[in-house]
């Protein structure tokens, strides 16, 4: 099992930046990857970032490029997010996945299905 806990949401007001960071504990492996998604009210859960180790590649929305960092601290275990340019748009629970073991193909890198262990979501919320 892993267990994933985000944390770093809040609220920020428009043009603002904030950073969410997603500790993993549990069972390990050199291969995985990490995903960011979010979820706003009334919406499917969306695809935000990830990252997989097997190729040390990120991946990022078309919404959230240019905008948005994912990156890994290997001291502490931890896979962060670093958002700027915030806008109304993007408040929502964010949540990170992951994934052990064999690399997802590209084109499912962005489904929900491809990811087995989730936390239980940050909530962000951005103000015009």
């Known amino acids: 099992q892993v267990q994933l806990i985000e944390s770093g949401g809040g609220l920020v007001q428009a043009g603002g930046s904030l950073s969410l960071s997603c500790a993993a504990s549990g069972r390990t492996s050199n291969t995985f990857t990490i995903a960011w998604f979010r979820q706003a009210p009334g919406k499917e859960r969306e695809f935000v970032a990830a990252?997989?180790?097997?190729?040390?590649?990120?991946y990022y929305a078309d919404s959230v490029k240019g905008r948005s960092t994912i990156s890994r601290d290997n001291a502490k275990d931890t896979i962060s997010l670093q958002m700027i340019s915030l806008k109304p748009e993007d408040t929502a629970i964010y949540y990170c996945a992951s994934k052990l073991g064999s690399s997802p193909i590209t084109s499912s890198i962005s489904l929900t299905r491809t990811y087995d262990y989730w936390g239980q979501g940050t909530q962000v919320t951005v103000s015009s």
């Open positions: 990252f997989r180790s097997s190729t040390n590649t990120k």
